[in-house]
């Protein structure tokens, strides 16, 4: 069974480009989650898909940073303008549905922005 | 502050020993998790503990949960080289969102 895929796994802008990163969840896990890790800092919370719908996204940063998941399947994040703090390793997980279940994470995505 | 804080930040042991990293939190939990990252690479689930539970096992793996003192601890016994990498602790409350410390950088020394 295929694990959680990201794409890509290292991606360097300039600040005020757009980029946007993909994630891949294992098949049939309907909880998609975003977390990031900016250098020196805990990993912290993103949002939360349930299929196609945001079931929390308390930990989005601002507006410049919007998450997708059309049909439920894989999920987009795409950051416009990025800026310097945005800079940092991206990472995605998916489970089952119930807190009990155990989130497997992808490998991450590094965002350098210069 | 921030939930699951661990410690010590750094480990350094010779292969063989045994390492102990602690973990702390604040709010009342759903269950804890451990996971490692290997450097450059994605975080990889060791253990899940409910919060009903007080221990639990894993090959070499022993975690510890105490609700009470809201801290868990995870023991890797006969550590081997290939053990270095990052650890992070991680709870769950109400919403299914995983709280991350800043986790303990252990490092195996052959």
């Known amino acids: 069974e295929a694990g959680v895929t990201q794409f890509p796994s290292h991606s360097v802008i300039e600040k005020g480009q757009t980029v946007t990163l993909r994630c891949d969840p294992i098949s049939g896990h309907d909880n998609l989650y975003w977390y990031r890790r900016v250098m020196g800092k805990e990993i912290k919370f993103l949002l939360h898909?349930?299929?196609?719908?945001?079931?929390?996204e308390s930990g989005m940063p601002n507006n410049r940073f919007l998450a997708e998941r059309t049909g439920g399947t894989y999920s987009t994040l795409k950051v416009q303008p990025a800026e310097l703090e945005d800079s940092g390793v991206y990472f995605c997980?998916?489970?089952?549905?119930?807190?009990?279940?155990?989130?497997?994470f992808g490998p991450g995505t590094r965002l350098t922005v210069t | 502050s921030q939930q699951g804080e661990e410690d010590p930040q750094a480990l350094s042991i010779q292969e063989g020993e045994n390492a102990t990293m602690n973990c702390s939190y604040k709010?009342?939990?759903?269950?804890l998790q451990w996971y490692r990252q290997n450097s450059g690479r994605g975080l990889v689930h060791l253990i899940l503990?409910?919060?009903?539970?007080r221990e639990k096992h894993s090959g070499r793996l022993r975690v510890t949960l105490d609700t009470s003192k809201k801290s868990s601890s995870l023991l890797i016994t006969a550590s081997r080289a290939a053990d270095t990498a990052s650890y992070f602790c991680a709870t769950i409350s109400g919403a299914q969102k995983l709280v991350f410390g800043q986790g303990t950088r252990l490092t195996i020394n052959p």
């Open positions: 503990i409910r919060s009903n539970e």
């Open positions: 997980a998916s489970s089952l549905s119930g807190p009990s279940y155990e989130q497997y």
């Open positions: 898909f349930v299929k196609e719908s945001k079931q929390d």
């Open positions: 709010t009342s939990i759903n269950n």
